[in-house]
């Protein structure tokens, strides 16, 4: 009797408030914050890579997701009928009314999805033998990405989307409407911010001045001679 209302006891824990501390070595200075994302060169690297058809989908969640600030599932749930490369824009959305979105997206991913959905008969963008992919697929993928940049601790599961999210808002773009750009899903974001934003209105406050801020940016020099040649 002791036995089963020790078990009973234990198996009602919420086991979360005990699982052990994660050390996130060499960073043992507990005050200073833990690097959570790729920088953009990290990203533009995953972005060349995953041009090559057998590197593409271990890549293509990070190239997506941290290029256009997706969630896992709304990477995996990307089909054709969503993306509308005449327009540059991707219809999104999966985890609630809140977050269904259009969004426009940068030239560079455009032309990346429109490559994918060209040399692949899938109707999905991420797919394994033609079924949609899913979330421990991509998170797979993603998992190699931060191993190879040096970030074994952090999980997948948010990596890439906090990678857009921290390279994209360095132009300056609007914050408010940033926020709908990514599909915040709060409640009190969603009551001041999310019915004030058409699709060309983020393409203007967000798309513009981020795609501004990768043109301006300064070219390696053997990247600079192949233009010139070009």
């Known amino acids: 009797m002791i036995i089963l209302s020790a078990a009973t006891y234990w ?3 919420d ?15 507990l005050g200073r914050p833990v690097k959570s994302f790729l920088t953009l060169e990290q990203l533009e690297d995953c972005m060349a890579r995953a041009k090559d058809k ?3 989908n271990a890549l293509i969640g990070f190239v997506v ?3 256009a600030g997706l969630r896992l599932r709304e990477i995996a749930a ?6 509308d490369a005449k327009a540059g824009t991707l219809q999104t959305g999966t985890k609630n009314d809140a977050s269904i979105r259009c969004i426009p997206l940068l030239s560079g991913v455009v032309s990346f999805i429109q490559s994918c959905f060209e040399t692949d008969p899938s109707q999905y963008l991420v797919h394994h033998r033609g079924v949609n992919g899913n979330d421990n697929q991509i998170s797979r993928g993603m998992r190699r990405v931060l191993d190879e940049a040096g ?8 990596a890439a989307r906090k990678t857009a999210i921290n390279w994209m808002k360095q ?26 934003y058409s699709t060309e209105q ?5 798309i513009e001045p981020v795609q501004a801020y990768l043109d301006s940016r300064v070219k390696p020099a053997a990247q600079v001679v192949v233009d010139l040649v070009a």
């Open 11 to 13: 198996h009602n824990i």
């Open 15 to 29: 086991h979360r408030l005990y699982r052990p501390l994660r050390i996130y070595h060499p960073a043992l200075d």
């Open 54 to 56: 057998q590197e593409r």
């Open 65 to 67: 997701g941290g290029m």
């Open 78 to 83: 990307i089909t054709r009928a969503d993306f």
């Open 151 to 158: 970030l074994p601790t952090i999980s997948p599961k948010d």
């Open 171 to 196: 132009p300056g773009v609007d914050s408010d409407c940033f926020n709908r750009y990514v599909g915040h899903s709060a409640k009190t974001t969603v009551d001041r911010f999310y019915r004030e």
């Open 202 to 206: 983020l393409r203007l406050f967000v």
